[in-house]
């Protein structure tokens, strides 16, 4: 979450002021007049120059989106981000309604009796109790733009200053729409919306400095806010323009891929996907990773903290969570993608890649004990095709703490492969989606359930669940991070503990035939998640304290602990994001090690 923020805002040219009152709204909304195009604004200054420019051909597009869909909101939407009065007077943006009532006390929330939204039988008192808050909670963060739910917002903490917490992150919005479709009658409406609205802000043009960004990128989050003068509400996107190190979320357009094909799924709606402006829109976020370059792997080079990771890790490079969301979502277009118009050359593009992305994942990311072995007892400096060190990994660069984190039985996918680089730290994310896409082998999957099993003390401890293992200290968090004091050693990214991974262990879990697991994991969350007021994150080795600077009420903590309950309780619910193997594809050399059995 970025503290210094800035946004960009698109819709029609337009320059704009911001009242004194504005400034302490949120930080989105104060901004810095500029002489140049962009469309960057900053916290600090008072004035604000927000220039507005979409594509027309967007503008056409949204319509048609808006026509077939019948969203009520037609050419005045189109024209949503203009902050441009008329006469060119000055226009006050405040947070839309929707955004106003969060102030209120939430200790009020939960009503016994009103709040049992589903089916979803909690298997305790207190975990049926927590079911009913959780729904409340999450109806509470809605936003709604022009009446109709678009989203879910980050967080919801009173006692805490909004920041961007106050956006709707597309990343963010992913468990809370699975939670509305697993939701029995399903509520599939606000996914709806949610996949169109963030569609029409991709075509947004989308400027950094004076650089543009990729037609494809979906934006990292975006807010709705009241035009007073105008009436109506307006949309302000950010794309990265904002984010720390100025960042593109490269993580957004997979969650959207992935969110249409379950809301395809949960619904058989098919006339969603099928509509040439979410054809184009699917194309246009592959265009940006298929295109020919100067690269010798199938993975996709990214720049630090273009994901969950927001904030500079150590994730450049070719990061695992990257690398399994892509595959993921290259698995979902070639599902849904129609062969007319330029289709089928790009789903011939995507079978290729698809195989070469999963030999390179199977085979140069998986270590287990044997693996480690080997690559500890690798040559160097081995030349020509032959090599079985192909990117000269030095043995002497394998961190200690490995040999005595890897057990006898078990695996994982590592964080990240380059030239004489192997990341060897743990990342849940990107194992667990790699076992929900069927990246990971059916014997991979296994392995890694196994390694949580093993090292449940480390990966689970006293809370579920922490996002990398292990956490970097002193020197190496120093060079790595830069000195970053959010993520001091065992705290937000830097192993900190993540509630809303929850979730994909469930779903990873029902996956590989060990339900069992999650549900220790689920028992966990119980005791406290709900006592602790929902937090972000937790702190320390075992998680056991409250993030130093987590947001209470944080909407994903509390969608993916809804989407957890509802798979255990339904498993079938699984099928929404999760993708069978592909019978067809080469089996892989490496596969778990021949020692798991002992
Ligand atoms: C933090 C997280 C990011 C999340 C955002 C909103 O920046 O790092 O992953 O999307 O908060 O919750």
């Given amino acids: 979450m970025n503290p210094a923020s800035a946004t960009i805002v698109s819709g029609q040219e337009s320059e704009q ?65 203009s902050s441009n009065g008329a006469n060119g007077k000055m226009i006050v943006l405040k947070p839309s309604p929707s955004v106003m009532n969060l102030d209120q006390s939430f200790d009020s929330i939960v009503s016994p009796g009103t709040g049992r939204q589903t089916g979803h039988l909690a298997s305790s008192e207190s975990g049926s109790m927590m079911v009913d808050e959780a729904w409340e909670r999450l109806r509470k963060s809605f936003v709604y733009l022009k009446g109709k739910p678009v989203g879910t917002l980050a967080a919801i903490d009173p006692s805490a200053e909004a920041l961007n917490y106050n ?33 029409y802000l991709q075509g947004w043009e989308k400027r950094i400095d004076n650089f543009t960004l990729g037609e494809g990128v979906m934006p990292a989050s975006f807010k709705v806010l ?8 307006t949309l302000i996107a950010d794309f990265g323009g904002s ?4 960042v ?8 959207w891929i992935i969110l249409l094909r379950s809301y395809t799924k949960c619904t058989r709606d098919h006339t969603l996907s099928e509509l040439p402006e979410v054809q184009r829109g699917m194309k246009l976020i592959l265009n940006l990773c298929l295109s020919d370059g100067f690269d010798t792997f199938p993975t996709l080079l990214c720049a630090d903290g273009c994901s969950m990771i927001d904030r500079r890790m150590g994730i450049y490079g070719y990061p695992i969570e990257i690398q399994a969301l892509f595959f993921f979502a290259l698995r979902c277009v070639q599902q849904m993608l129609k ?28 270590l287990d004990f044997t693996q480690l072995n080997n690559i500890y007892r690798y ?47 743990w990342f849940l994310v990107g194992n667990c989606i790699a076992i929900l896409s069927s990246l990971a082998t059916p014997a991979q999957a296994t392995a890694i ?25 002193g020197h190496q968090w120093r060079i790595v991070t830069g000195c970053d004091p959010k993520n001091t050693r065992w705290s937000y990214h830097n192993g900190g503990t993540w509630p809303v991974l929850l979730w994909l262990l469930t779903a990873a879990c029902i996956k590989s035939g060990r339900p069992q697991i999650a549900k220790r994991a689920i028992e966990l969350v119980e005791q406290r998640l709900s006592k602790d007021g929902w937090p972000e994150y937790y702190d320390g080795k075992t998680g056991r304290y409250i993030g130093k600077q987590a947001r209470k009420y944080q909407t994903w903590s509390i969608a993916g602990y809804l989407v957890a309950k509802m798979m255990i309780e339904n498993p079938s619910n699984l099928l929404m994001i999760s993708l069978e193997e592909d019978k067809k594809k080469a089996k892989p050399r490496l596969t778990r090690s021949t020692s798991w059995s002992c």
């Fill in 243 to 246: 984010a720390i190190g100025r």
């Fill in 17 to 81: 002021r911001m009242s004194p009152e504005e400034q302490h709204s949120s930080p989105e909304e104060k901004s810095k007049s500029t002489d140049t195009p962009p469309t960057i604004v900053d916290e600090k200054d008072s004035t604000a120059k927000l220039r507005v420019s979409p594509k027309e051909t967007a503008g056409e597009e949204s319509e048609k989106v808006t026509a077939t869909v019948k969203m009520q909101n037609t050419a005045e939407e189109n024209s949503d981000c």
């Fill in 339 to 366: 062969p007319e118009g330029g289709g089928k050359e790009l789903i011939e593009r995507i079978d290729k890649r698809i195989t070469a992305l999963s030999f390179h994942i199977q085979n140069y990311y998986w």
């Fill in 449 to 473: 359930m196994d390694l949580i099993e093993e090292r449940w003390e480390d990966l689970i401890g006293e809370m579920p669940l922490k996002i990398t293992y292990p956490a970097l200290e």
């Fill in 379 to 425: 040559r160097t400096e081995e030349y020509s095709h032959t090599a079985v060190n192909k990117f000269n990994v030095i043995p002497d660069s394998i961190p200690d703490w490995v040999f005595d984190f890897m057990p006898l039985r078990g695996g994982y996918l590592i964080g990240n492969v380059s030239p004489a680089r192997m990341d060897f730290r």
């Fill in 167 to 199: 956006q709707v992150f597309v990343r963010d919005f992913f468990p809370s729409g699975l939670a509305c479709l697993m939701k029995s009658p399903p509520e599939p409406e606000i996914v709806k919306n949610f996949l169109l609205k963030t569609l």
């Fill in 248 to 255: 593109a979320p490269v993580d957004s357009g997979f969650w």
């Fill in 226 to 233: 009241y035009d007073s003068h105008r009436g109506k509400d």
